[in-house]
């Protein structure tokens, strides 16, 4: 209360007093940033905050065709820092996360379902099944019709890889929301 009775005192024109009364402005800032306690995130955290977003947005979002930008724009930063943090945290591009999470969701529904391939792409953000059905075999080194009778046959190997592959994608987000 003193320094602002002080700044009042001083509210003349004159060199002198614009020198004091900002010496004084300068001296009540400063008991203000001492009395408020900020909340220091660290870069990390932030960075975590970010990445979490847009992976909720994603597991939402999937089923449209959402892009890159739709997901950077959602969470309010640019798309090449959304790459970098997406890179840094989970190994991947944000459009690499989005594709597999997006074939990962096709695979579980062409085991437990018999909906047709283009049902499945459409569900899937995919518009067009052709394109669908070219990323899923980039993905999983077959076609979507051969991993659906592959994966029909029962307890195959593949099917426990496949298992696995979900398994530790699912931990891998999982872990992104423990932090």
């Known amino acids: 209360y003193r320094i602002v009775k002080d700044m009042m005192e001083h509210n003349t024109f004159g060199l002198s007093n614009d020198l004091r009364r900002n010496g004084q402005l300068g001296i009540f800032m400063s008991v203000i940033a001492e009395g408020t306690e900020v909340d220091q995130k660290n870069e990390a955290d932030k960075a975590n905050t970010y990445v979490r977003k847009a992976v909720a947005f994603i597991q939402s979002n999937y089923c449209n065709p959402v892009k890159v930008t739709d997901v950077a724009d959602y969470v309010c930063i640019n798309r090449s820092y959304l790459y970098t943090l997406f890179q840094n945290s989970m190994g991947m591009s944000p459009q690499?996360?989005?594709?597999?999470?997006?074939?990962?969701?096709?695979?579980?529904?062409?085991?437990?379902?018999?909906?047709?391939?283009?049902?499945?792409?459409?569900?899937?953000?995919?518009?067009?099944?052709?394109?669908?059905?070219?990323?899923?075999?980039?993905?999983?080194?077959?076609?979507?019709?051969?991993y659906r009778r592959e994966m029909s046959k029962g307890e195959t190997r593949r099917n426990k890889e496949h298992l696995k592959q979900v398994e530790n994608f699912i931990n891998q987000i999982n872990s992104l929301n423990e932090t």
Do not use: N
């Not at 059905?133 to 979507?144: D, H, L, R």
């Open 96 to 146: 690499q996360f989005l594709t597999t999470f997006r074939i990962t969701k096709a695979t579980e529904l062409l085991q437990l379902t018999s909906l047709s391939i283009e049902s499945i792409a459409l569900s899937c953000g995919y518009h067009d099944p052709l394109v669908f059905t070219k990323a899923f075999k980039q993905m999983k080194k077959m076609s979507p019709t051969a």
